[in-house]
């Protein structure tokens, strides 16, 4: 007669995935932010010329932001795929796993051209070249906030409609996740109509706590029947 058995998934804590890319995001982000001091990271609102003075001037506190965050990244990307593996393991087969891994390989991957474009606006010869810098910064903007919140949002969705799906997560993480995804996918519409910027942080924020709290709630193992 077969007995039930508990077996584990085999991989990486989930949750403490998604608390080390949290905090390496924050630590990257603050001196870089008013939580410091003046002046910080403009905008893509602000003039030429106080984009191209912050970099020229404050290309240490940006050199510390974009290493800490390229951190952050790769505990992201490790989480991303560590979440799809685990509801595949958990008996996910519809397509919102592979929604979701793309969502959150096409995270990391704008995200690391994004720093990347950063890290090469700080050189000299490039530096002091006005027009190359704008063109970099405004290329890292684009990439590291529609870039961010759309696929984001299709990893949202992917993981949130599988886990509600199969009863992995509560209706309500799956309402969190879904009410971000929609943000996400919307915040597209930000290239068009720059007012609507404020979708980008309502994705990445209030998804900080999403992820944590998907990770350490979506379960580590399931029970098969053994012979």
């Given at each position: 007669?077969?007995?039930?058995?508990?077996?584990?998934?085999?991989?990486?804590?989930?949750?403490?995935?998604?608390?080390?890319?949290?905090?390496?995001?924050?630590?990257?982000?603050?001196?870089?932010?008013?939580?410091?001091?003046?002046?910080?990271?403009?905008?893509?609102?602000?003039?030429?010329?106080?984009?191209?003075?912050?970099?020229?001037?404050?290309?240490?506190?940006?050199?510390?932001?974009?290493?800490?965050?390229?951190?952050?990244?790769?505990?992201?990307?490790?989480?991303?795929?560590?979440?799809?593996?685990?509801?595949?393991?958990?008996?996910?087969?519809?397509?919102?796993?592979?929604?979701?891994?793309?969502?959150?390989?096409?995270?990391?991957?704008?995200?690391?051209?994004?720093?990347?474009?950063?890290?090469?606006?700080?050189?000299?010869?490039?530096?002091?070249?006005?027009?190359?810098?704008?063109?970099?910064?405004?290329?890292?903007?684009?990439?590291?906030?529609?870039?961010?919140?759309?696929?984001?949002?299709?990893?949202?969705?992917?993981?949130?409609?599988?886990?509600?799906?199969?009863?992995?997560?509560?209706?309500?993480?799956?309402?969190?996740?879904?009410?971000?995804?929609?943000?996400?996918?919307?915040?597209?519409?930000?290239?068009?109509f720059p007012k609507l910027?404020?979708?980008?942080?309502?994705?990445?924020?209030?998804?900080?706590?999403?992820?944590?709290?998907?990770?350490?709630?979506?379960?580590?193992?399931?029970?098969?029947?053994?012979?």
């Open positions: 007669m077969n007995s039930p058995a508990y077996i584990t998934h085999k991989g990486p804590h989930t949750g403490i995935l998604a608390i080390l890319y949290t905090v390496l995001f924050w630590i990257g982000l603050y001196p870089v932010t008013a939580m410091y001091k003046t002046p910080y990271w403009p905008g893509p609102w602000e003039s030429a010329s106080a984009i191209v003075n912050y970099f020229q001037n404050y290309g240490g506190r940006v050199l510390f932001c974009i290493t800490f965050q390229l951190g952050a990244l790769i505990c992201f990307g490790l989480f991303a795929v560590t979440m799809v593996s685990k509801l595949r393991f958990l008996g996910a087969r519809a397509a919102g796993t592979y929604i979701a891994l793309f969502g959150g390989i096409l995270v990391v991957a704008d995200a690391f051209a994004g720093t990347m474009a950063m890290w090469t606006l700080l050189h000299p010869g490039v530096l002091e070249h006005a027009p190359t810098l704008l063109a970099l910064y405004y290329l890292a903007y684009a990439l590291g906030a529609v870039g961010f919140s759309v696929p984001m949002g299709l990893f949202l969705a992917g993981v949130s409609v599988t886990g509600g799906f199969l009863k992995l997560l509560p209706k309500w993480m799956v309402a969190f996740g879904l009410f971000l995804a929609v943000a996400g996918e919307v915040s597209i519409l930000h290239l068009v910027l404020f979708l980008v942080p309502l994705v990445r924020f209030p998804g900080f706590i999403w992820l944590i709290t998907a990770g350490f709630m979506l379960p580590s193992g399931r029970v098969v029947q053994s012979r």
